[in-house]
């Protein structure tokens, strides 16, 4: 019996390449999402390596980012940054964006986006 992971379901490498593309493409032109982007290194290439290092495991893929970084503790790791209710609506524009534009079954999209916003919100470490 074989399994299909949500890896394979959304295109591998290549399309989780494509989605952290897009989602920093969208942070660096969208002037509501300066706010987030003002909390990356002026060159995005670290970032997008760790996120695609952590889709890639997260969703059932090689675990990249476990493998190089150890366990992703997210949380732990944004703690220095401020997080709010705005930062993450930033940061879930971008990634909604960008998910609209990989090819996927709707369902498993909507799979996804609900699951990155939950885990969006607790990033949050502000009231405000």
């Known amino acids: 019996m074989t399994s299909t992971t949500p890896y394979e379901l959304a295109g591998g490498e290549a399309a989780l390449r494509s989605l952290v593309d897009r989602f ?3 942070m660096d032109i969208l002037p509501e999402a300066q706010g987030i982007r003002a909390m990356h290194a002026d060159n995005l290439a670290s970032a997008k390596d760790k ?3 952590f889709f890639s495991g997260w969703l059932g893929g ?3 980012f476990m493998q ?3 366990h992703p503790m997210l949380r732990a ?5 401020r997080i709010g209710e705005s930062e993450r609506d930033q940061w879930m524009l971008c990634m909604n964006k960008a998910l609209d534009e990989i090819a996927m079954d709707p369902r498993l999209r909507d799979n996804i986006r609900a699951a990155l916003q ?3 919100t607790h990033m949050i470490n502000q009231d405000t």
């Open 51 to 53: 996120l695609f290092k």
């Open 77 to 81: 790791r944004h703690l220095p940054f």
């Open 118 to 120: 939950n885990l969006a």
């Open 62 to 64: 090689p675990d990249l």
């Open 24 to 26: 920093y493409f969208y």
């Open 68 to 70: 190089e970084f150890g």
